[in-house]
């Protein structure tokens, strides 16, 4: 069970900062999201998460998109997530479509649904939004080159990336205070 929760959330995660990297603007929204609710005298913490609502709709888009575990154990989807009937331009990264609301159980299911849901759910979001979170609040990143990440969906019981992530990242200003001042920013 920990391994599944682990290779899902990290899968997540590479999908997350994949959308981001060629999305800048995405990030710069987030960044100034997390700025202006968690500042920069201290790291992001559990209960700043409910004030991040376009993290949050970060998180949401990249599950629909990539679900890190499509086919749920016994189950496989009868629809696809990116059903044109039920999303707005479905195979655009686009955040905004979450835009502060809750998501209709019925549109969004990464987690499955019912007796057979993931009892890990609410960890990995919070999980998986701290982390985030954490890069964004940390790092400026960059894509190593001109080109666009490349969003070619691998194979296996996740979901993951045929190449795997590689981005550039600088340090802000707040990892600086807390790896050189030594100073606790919980």
């Not at 991040?52 to 499509?70: G, H, K, N, S, V």
């Not at 629809?79 to 686009?94: A, E, G, L, V």
Request: charged share 25%.
């Amino acid at each position: 069970m920990i391994l599944a929760g682990t290779d899902t959330s990290v899968v997540t995660l590479e999908w997350a900062m994949s959308f981001f990297v060629n999305h800048p603007e995405v990030l710069q929204k987030a960044r100034a999201e997390v700025d202006a609710h968690v500042g920069r005298d201290r790291l992001i913490d559990e209960h700043d998460l409910h004030k991040l609502p376009y993290l949050q709709a970060i998180i949401f888009e990249t599950m629909r998109l990539c679900p890190p575990a499509p086919l749920l154990v016994p189950h496989m989807s009868s629809d696809d997530s990116r059903d044109s009937k039920i999303w707005d331009d479905p195979t655009s990264f686009k955040p905004e479509r979450f835009g502060g609301r809750e998501v209709e159980g019925h549109k969004l299911m990464p987690f499955g649904f019912g007796r057979r849901a993931c009892p890990g759910a609410g960890l990995a979001q919070r999980v998986v939004g701290l982390t985030l979170g954490s890069l964004i609040q940390c790092f400026d990143w960059e894509r190593v080159g001109e080109d666009l990440v490349d969003l070619t969906e691998g194979s296996g019981l996740t979901m993951p990336k045929v190449e795997p992530l590689e981005a550039m990242c600088q340090a802000c200003d707040i990892m600086k205070k807390v790896l050189y001042d030594g100073t606790s920013y919980a």
